[in-house]
C-alpha cells in the first residue's frame, strides 16, 4: 500500500506563498498521477492541482498562475508552490496518488490558512 506523507500548511498572510510537500512511500510501483486537492469547511472537495506520470499539469481555474504544482521522482515527492494567496485559499489541502491500475490513495491533509 502507498502512504502519504504532507507538510507544509500554516497561517499565511494575504499575498505570502507557501510550499506544500507530499512524500510517497511503500508500494509505489507505476503512478499515473498526483495532485493537490482542497476542501473548505460546508464545500465540496475540489481540484487544485494535478501532475501526470508524463509530466502534463492542469490547474484549477482559481489557482493558475498563482499555484505551480511538480514533482521529484527521486524522492517521490510531489510539491504545490502556492504564491499570492488569497483568503478564499484557505482549505484543507489533500494530496492524492493514482496509480496506473485505478487504484487511488488521500494523504491526511494539511490546513493551509490565509488571513491577515
Known amino acids: 500500500q502507498v502512504q502519504l506523507v504532507e507538510s507544509g500548511g500554516g497561517l499565511v498572510q494575504p499575498g505570502g506563498s507557501l510550499r506544500l510537500s507530499c512524500a510517497a512511500s511503500?508500494?509505489?510501483?507505476?503512478?499515473?498521477?498526483m495532485g493537490w486537492y482542497r476542501q473548505a469547511p460546508g464545500k465540496q472537495r475540489e481540484l487544485v492541482a494535478r501532475i501526470t506520470n508524463g509530466g502534463s499539469t492542469n490547474y484549477a481555474d482559481s489557482v493558475k498562475g498563482r499555484f505551480t504544482i511538480s514533482r521529484d521522482n527521486a524522492k517521490n515527492t510531489v510539491y504545490l508552490q502556492m504564491n499570492s494567496l488569497k483568503p478564499e485559499d484557505t482549505a484543507v489541502y489533500y494530496c492524492k496518488y493514482d496509480s496506473a491500475y485505478g487504484s487511488a490513495t488521500w494523504g491526511q491533509g494539511t490546513q493551509v490558512t490565509v488571513s491577515s
Open positions: 511503500g508500494s509505489i510501483g507505476s503512478i499515473y498521477a
